[in-house]
């Protein structure tokens, strides 16, 4: 491949970038503490779950 050649990886992400920045009204928001609250007590859960089997 010739080092002046251009493989495009800047553009063909910038498809991803708009479709992410884009709000919809509708969407669910979720605050990323409650993702992480749920995460933690699922892994404490699945350990408890583990200590009983």
């Known amino acids: 491949m010739d080092k002046g050649q ?3 990886g800047l ?3 910038a498809g ?3 479709y992410f920045d884009a709000e919809d ?4 928001r979720i605050d990323p503490k409650t ?3 749920f995460g933690v ?3 404490v859960f699945v350990q408890l779950l583990s200590f009983m089997a």
Do not use: D, E, H, K
């Open 6 to 8: 251009n493989t495009g």
């Open 11 to 13: 553009m063909s992400s």
């Open 16 to 18: 991803l970038v708009r």
């Open 25 to 28: 009204q509708n969407a669910i």
């Open 35 to 37: 993702v992480l609250v």
């Open 41 to 43: 007590l699922l892994g």
